[in-house]
């Protein structure tokens, strides 16, 4: 008895997605907690500045690098889920295996890209911290965030690729 052709490719989407799942899970649950930190950080600033007219010092900076985190940490999941915003006029028309090449083909380019992106963000976190970049105020240093953009850009390039293996698993079948 022979394997089809397209199992190798959903045996791989599976081991990707076995490793991405809990990975952007986890990244998710850290982007809410980022978006808690700042609604809380939000609310006490506003009570201190109009009650005591004193806002909490600070406030902007953490909340600049709690946002950073919150859309790079959840981008996996959408990733990982197919929630990206896909424009399908035309190849919601497309045969089966048509579709399901143009869905790899799209895999691939958000494969590179997020990577790209990743890879760049790295290097650009690796020359702040040599250079010692802190923010105005609080004076943190920028390049652990910087490094987590990158990380979340590299998770989501990970879960697009579970994605290219699927598609092209469906895309190999008869």
């Known amino acids: 008895m022979s394997v089809p052709e397209h199992a190798w490719a959903a045996r791989a989407a599976a081991r990707v997605d076995a490793v991405a799942a809990p990975l952007c899970r986890w990244l998710t649950a850290v982007a809410a ?17 109009y009650l005591l007219n004193r806002p909490l010092p600070g406030t902007l900076e953490i909340s ?12 996996g999941l959408t990733g990982l ?5 896909v424009v399908d006029i035309l190849s919601e028309r497309f045969p089966p295996r048509l579709r399901a090449s143009a869905d790899a083909i799209n895999a691939l380019l958000g494969v590179t890209l997020w990577a790209l992106i990743a890879w760049r963000g790295g290097a650009q976190a690796w020359h702040l911290r040599l250079r010692g970049e802190v923010s105005t105020h609080l004076g943190l240093p920028a390049y652990p965030f910087l490094y987590a953009v990158a990380f979340g850009c590299a998770v989501m390039a ?5 994605r290219l293996f699927a598609a092209l698993a469906r895309a190999t079948t008869r």
């Open 64 to 75: 600049e690098f709690a946002m950073a985190l919150l859309v790079f940490f959840g981008l």
């Open 33 to 49: 907690a980022c978006l808690a930190v700042m609604a809380v950080l939000t609310v006490l600033d506003v009570l201190g500045r």
């Open 81 to 85: 889920a197919g929630g990206q915003v």
């Open 158 to 162: 990970l879960a697009l690729v579970g």
